[in-house]
């Protein structure tokens, strides 16, 4: 991911402390603040989330205890984005970032085939996402559900309580933990090798103004959510423990490291997060914590009631009304007198 031109132009990340083959040139920024690294960090950060919704909700299905539809939604809107981010990372290094380096240096094989491994992998948990059963016992199939018997009271095993558990969303909410884990024991050495090898081999053999083409290509093909999910981890928990963007941090980072001018960022590229929320990033914090789905159902209305007022004032403005008032007032017209067939022929079309 790479962004405006600047002497510094990458993301920040975090550090991964490994052995380099390579020493890495001074017209980059540090290893820790380059934006493959990051986009590494935003994947690995999506995997640990994944994991504990996953086991959460199959926790809360093996008790007897109900999942909202909500949950379930999110957790596949959660996937939704990570699988298109894995698969939009993957596209950049594949068209654009490995066949630049290799005009310099050789990189292993290695690399392109655990893409093979990964995207397999990932098919799979998109397959069992998709296969998800509905959470309402009601309607399932006998083999799908049984009744469970539950200790009620822990100094007294005569207390017991017999509830019906969605045994078929459990099993698939357990293979898909096991798909994840094993998804984090591809992927994770995988980035961990692109760190240690390829990313120094990008630093020493070219600088940011040589691969500016190359980048200025992956920008043009980004999607508009890109760039919010891979600064998803600058949010940071307030004092009622919701998740909101740090937008210094980020808007520092921004105009600093990535060179954007501010007024891109406050006017173009920060109301994109807006959306990001709306469409991907609380349904993420749901998922994570469902016990925080009131909140963001309550910025949901608020934003829906600025998206109102904000038509309105547009419309009142501009004149015009629609989407976005962005078309022109109706003009009334009289209506035209519907054409009457001359025979009886016309009606069956001759």
């Known amino acids: 991911f790479r962004a405006f031109p600047h002497s510094h132009n990458s993301l920040v990340s975090i550090s991964v402390t490994t052995s380099r083959p390579f ?22 950060l999506d995997e640990k989330d994944l994991m504990q919704s996953v086991a959460r909700m199959a926790e809360t299905v093996l008790a007897g205890e109900p999942i909202e539809d909500f949950e379930l939604d999110a957790l596949k809107t959660h996937w939704r984005i990570c699988f298109g981010f894995i698969e ?26 655990d893409h093979e491994v990964i995207e397999k992998q990932v098919l799979h948990i998109d397959s069992l996402i998709n296969a998800l059963p509905e959470s309402d016992i009601i309607g399932q199939t006998a083999a799908a559900t ?3 018997e539950f200790v009620l009271s822990p100094t007294s095993v005569n207390k017991r309580s017999t509830k019906t558990v969605n045994f078929a969303l459990a099993d698939t909410l357990a293979k898909l933990h096991e798909a994840i884990g094993t998804l984090q024991q591809s992927m994770d050495p995988h980035l961990k090798e692109e760190e240690a090898f390829a990313l120094p081999a990008m630093h020493s053999n070219f600088t940011p103004a040589e691969l500016k083409p190359v980048f200025d ?30 937008r210094a941090a980020i808007r520092a980072h921004a105009t600093t490291t990535l060179g954007m001018p501010g007024v891109v960022f406050d006017l173009i590229i920060f109301p994109t997060f807006r959306k990001y929320d709306l469409e991907y990033g609380w349904a993420i914090e749901e998922s994570k914590n469902p016990l925080h789905r009131a909140h963001y ?34 003009v009334e017209s009289a209506p035209k007198p519907a054409l009457q067939p001359t025979n009886s022929a016309t009606l069956l079309g001759h």
């Open 23 to 44: 020493s890495m040139s001074k017209t980059w920024p540090a290893p820790e603040l380059d934006g493959w690294t990051y986009a590494h960090n935003t994947i690995r």
């Open 88 to 113: 939009e990372h993957h596209h950049n290094e594949e068209a654009h970032i490995f066949p630049a380096i290799q005009t310099k240096v050789s990189l292993p094989d290695k690399m392109s085939d």
């Open 146 to 148: 049984r009744t469970k």
């Open 217 to 246: 290509k992956m920008i043009g093909a980004m999607e508009w959510w890109a760039l919010p999910h891979f600064y998803r981890q600058h949010k940071i928990e307030t004092s009622e423990g919701y998740a909101e963007w740090d």
């Open 297 to 330: 159902e309550n910025r949901r209305r608020q934003a829906a009631t600025w998206f109102r007022r904000t038509r309105k004032a547009l419309a009142h403005v501009s004149g015009r009304h629609g989407v976005l008032s962005g078309k022109s007032p109706v």
